[in-house]
């Protein structure tokens, strides 16, 4: 496991999610001798190209079939392989659903699939590209393990647990560069602990992949107003932090869930579902995209101020909801 300084934290950061992954399996392939990586055309944008010109005999150029892609994997993998799989997210959860579910899941292959681009990252190329239903997908799947860092460090620190994970794995990534720092010092994850960012009293707020740090703005305002938010990062949305979201709920008047994804079906589903099979009472409060085709082309940034995942659009949104609690 390689350990970080600040200033390589803040590097990796500048750089991106496309970049820190590409970084992290060179490293990876470096230790581990069975780590196949494969590509579906996509070698520059997920950065595995350094991985290809280095270990020429563990990378597999599929071209624009990622069906194939992930079923040459899960073969791969029963031969005793840890293979990873790398494409835009909405491309492998859509196109390649049934060779996830029945090729790589159903015999539990040792397959990473990692989804880049997730959410409104794609923001000028539309509807077809932007990858707003993979997590309801990917959750619904059994065997398969949904992860969704916030920053560079905790994507860096969980490449390296899924890749001693022995079975199959989600990796959700958003897009660009300059990704705001969550850790600003080196530690480690845990696949299915959440981490706590902040203490609160009044209200959790539940996030994931870049809306952590608007979570964290919104409480930073928040508190102004005297109210106080614990402030949660889900990285791990299946199996979902059952204790984190029970001791949430007994502890806080409200819970929210914020998300760059469809309501339907994504992180603020799992937390509902946790909330209603142990009989809690606690309110929730869903913030996430509207469950319809979004049809706008725009920048990234740009498209998550319309829809409203920016802090200051959070912040109305629970203010209202804490109203509807009295």
Known sequence: MIKYRKDEIEELNRTGFRDTFGKGILEIGEVDPDVIVLAADLSDATRVTKFSESFTDRYVQLGIAEQNMLSVASGLSLSGKTCFCGSFATFLTLRGCEQIRNDICYQNC??????????????????????????????????????????????????????????????????????????????????????????????????????????????????????????????????????????????TELIVAVEEHNLTGGLGSAIAEVIADHGLSSRLLRIGLPDKFIHKYNSHKALLEKYGLVSKNIVKKIIEGLRKCY
């Open 110 to 251: 040792n397959v990473k699939i990692v989804g880049i681009d997730s959410g409104l990252a794609n923001g000028f190329l539309g509807v077809t590209h932007y990858g707003l239903e993979d997590i309801a997908i990917a959750r619904s799947i059994p065997n398969l393990l949904v992860l969704s860092p916030s920053d560079c460090l905790s994507l860096a620190k969980l490449l390296w647990e899924i890749a001693r994970y022995k079975g199959p794995v989600y990796l959700r990534l958003s897009g660009g560069k300059s990704i705001p720092v969550i850790y600003k010092e080196d530690r480690e994850f845990k696949i299915g602990e959440s981490v706590v960012l902040e203490e609160g009293k009044d209200i959790s707020i539940f996030a994931t992949g870049l809306m952590v740090s608007e979570a964290l703005k919104a409480a930073s305002i928040l508190k102004k107003d005297r109210i106080y938010s614990k402030v949660i990062d889900v990285h791990t949305i299946k199996p979902i932090d059952t204790k984190a979201i029970i001791v949430a709920a007994k502890e």
